[in-house]
């Protein structure tokens, strides 16, 4: 069967860790009679949190496709994981879906996450606020605490209590008795000024019939004036019967592209399964997509055939034949499309709006816990960056570390925990090693002569190097300054690879050089022994004995980070940075928040991400990049010279 835009809701289910997303799921499931019975978390049976590590953990981790009909509407609901770590997930489906239903704890209040997903969610929305079952309870500060927080919800289900005397919910919709007065006319006055042409019927006393305002509530709520508040406890399934028909009544049907009937359709999810054949995740944005069928991939100027197409209940998969523009389906075993791929017409797929992910914040070294592993573990890493774009995975050749880096330690932690599951590799976690540099703070002019006899032809040559400091960043340069006929031209090449190779090597901490001017000036060659490697070596010594008169200094890499933070914890960023070594270069007024720009050295801010988490009670941001070099202290270069020192000592 399949489904017209206007028969099609695609719903994300949004909120924070624990707030009851997958519960109310499983209630809406049972209630529309697709299930026979509600799963829960704590038993690990539920439709949506089907993945064993999801299971163990209690908690979704990954978005699941809940697909079914109710009444002749198919109803796409994306159930979301609510850890900040993975909001790569929440943020896809946001951007997929036409609508959201934030789910609220009761016991909770708007934490970091709440907002992120509020403020990067431009679609009508729905609030339900959840576990109105429990204890010490206070509904009216609940309401006015996400009045103040969104002027634009409104109550449109009220409980009967709260805590153990909960038992029902009472529609202001349908319901016009005496106690709900009240809330009854602040529902019909905010229906009335989301619509003009009700609110001149409203302040001139006339009446609105309820079609007029059932129309004027539809409208509001796709118009994003009006915010609907549902309550009620998704694990007692205590007002969540009219959930899905509320859904289909009151929810904006699927979105499209106007005015073509061409093919196009976005990959907002891959789910990568070794054993059953890769998931692709598509919301069709226009045309009719038949199985069996080429389409080009825009992206990768490539072509897939679209060969197994099938909608999901959790992981339970019915194969379909076709489906209409406006439908969220899933296309099984995909050879190139990755996540935010587009796919079919090229001049239609140009209208889709790629989604924006956010980027990684924290970066592991990751070491295979067997050697020889290296090649797999990195063909790995590059499977789950299919998987998961905010998963980013590169070799630092100055450091020669296998570098990982995702939204948080738990986001890399389950990363690895599923290339150990799929592939069979095991790995270890270790801070990057930082990329520090060595340079010099004077001049010195110095000679470097390397003679060696052993009978038959020796070797021999010489050269003098003037070696002087740079500005900082302008990295190097090699002067041939030689009088004719002191060096022959052909080995001047070979002194500036010695030169070159030694500084890549480093000399006091073995750290590159950089920032200097190395002159060629003078020398001298023996017509029989010198040779190219005789110079190479006469330049590799010169550099090493120069570099250790000029002074020399470790400099290491400065960032510039952006830190988004609410006034609140303003104080404490600020003391933090200060004991990081950060410099404040400015602040700047984000509307409710503060942004901090500061520079502070790459060595101190390697888990800020987790620090500033903690500092700010998750409700802290921030971006970094890499600013410049600078010298550093005594105290953080002279161990890293010691220890190299004891290095080349020992390999003696």
């Not at 924070?16 to 209630?27: D, N, Q, R």
């Not at 198919?74 to 159930?79: R, Y």
């Not at 016009?176 to 809330?183: A, I, L, P, S």
């Not at 932690?413 to 801070?431: L, Q, S």
């Amino acid at each position: 069967m399949t489904y017209s835009k206007e028969k099609i809701r695609n719903v994300a289910i949004v909120g924070s860790a624990g707030s009851g997303k997958t519960s109310l799921i499983e209630a809406i499931l049972l209630n529309s009679k697709i299930t026979n019975r509600q799963g829960s978390v704590e038993d690990g049976n539920t439709v949506s949190d089907f993945n064993h590590d999801e299971i163990a953990r209690g908690s979704s981790l990954y978005t699941s496709l809940i697909s079914f009909d109710k009444d002749g509407t198919k109803i796409n609901l994306l159930d979301t994981p609510g850890y900040s770590d993975f909001i790569c997930d929440a943020v896809s489906a946001l951007a997929t879906a036409d609508s959201a239903i934030f789910v609220f704890d009761a016991l909770s209040s708007i934490d970091a996450t709440f907002e992120y997903l509020w403020e990067n969610c431009g679609k009508p929305k729905v609030l339900f606020i959840n576990k109105l079952d429990k204890e010490d309870i206070d509904l009216s500060k609940i309401l006015s605490h996400l009045n103040d927080f969104n002027a634009s919800v409104i109550p449109v289900t009220i409980p009967n209590d709260t805590g153990a005397k909960f038992s029902k919910v009472v529609s202001i919709i349908t319901e016009t008795t005496e106690d709900m007065k009240t809330h009854r006319e602040k529902f019909i006055e905010a229906v009335a000024s989301s619509d003009d042409s009700l609110i001149e019927k409203y302040l001139d006393g006339k009446d609105i019939t309820d079609i007029e305002l059932m129309s004027g509530f539809k409208n509001g709520i796709a118009s994003k004036k009006i915010i609907p508040i549902l309550c009620g406890s998704a694990t007692k399934n205590i007002g969540c019967a009219g959930l899905a028909g509320f859904i289909n009544d009151f929810m904006p049907a699927a979105s499209v592209l106007p005015d073509t009937d061409k093919p196009a359709m976005l990959v907002f999810k891959s789910v990568i399964e070794p054993h059953t054949g890769n998931l692709s995740f598509l919301k069709i944005y226009s045309g009719k997509i038949l199985q069996g069928t080429d389409y080009k991939n825009i992206t990768r100027r490539t072509t897939e055939r679209l060969g197994t197409l099938c909608t999901l209940l959790g992981k339970k998969r019915t194969e379909i034949t076709e489906a209409e523009a406006g439908d969220i389906i899933v296309a099984v075993k995909l050879k190139e499309s990755q996540t935010n791929d587009i796919l079919g017409d090229e001049a239609t797929a140009g209208k889709i709006k790629r989604i924006n992910f956010p980027e990684p914040s924290i970066s592991m070294a990751v070491i295979p816990k067997s050697k020889g592993e290296e090649e797999k573990v990195a063909s790995a890493l590059q499977s789950m960056m299919r998987e998961d774009p905010t998963i980013k995975s590169s070799y630092n050749a100055e450091t020669k570390e296998l570098i990982l880096s995702g939204l948080g330690a738990l986001h890399i932690e389950v990363a690895v925990a599923r290339v150990k599951e799929r592939y069979g590799i095991d790995v270890e976690f270790k801070p990057p090693r930082v990329a520090y540099r060595e340079t010099i703070k004077s001049t010195a002019e110095v000679q470097g002569k390397y003679k060696r006899q052993t009978g038959g032809r020796g070797q021999y040559g010489d050269c003098w190097l003037k070696l002087e400091p740079l500005e900082r960043g302008k990295g190097f340069e090699f002067v041939n300054a030689i009088r004719e006929g002191r060096i022959p031209r052909n080995y001047i090449p070979s002194v500036e690879k010695g030169v070159k190779e030694a500084m890549e090597q480093g000399v006091i901490a073995g750290y590159p050089v950089t920032d200097m001017r190395a002159t060629l000036y003078d020398g001298s060659y023996h017509e029989v022994d010198s040779s190219d490697m005789a110079f190479k070596i006469a330049g590799s010594m010169a550099l090493k004995k120069g570099v250790a008169e000029s002074r020399p200094c470790i400099l290491e890499p400065i960032i510039e980070l952006e830190v988004v933070i609410p006034d609140d914890y303003m104080g404490a960023v600020m003391g933090d940075l200060n004991a990081r070594r950060g410099r404040v270069m400015g602040v700047e007024r984000l509307g409710k928040k503060q942004k901090v720009i500061a520079t502070a050295p790459l060595s101190e801010v390697s888990k800020y991400a987790t620090d500033l988490r903690s500092i700010t009670k998750g409700a802290g941001s921030f971006k970094m990049k890499f600013s410049h070099y600078e010298e550093s202290p005594s105290n953080i270069s002279q161990p890293l010279i010691e220890i190299y020192q004891k290095q080349q000592q020992e390999g003696r």
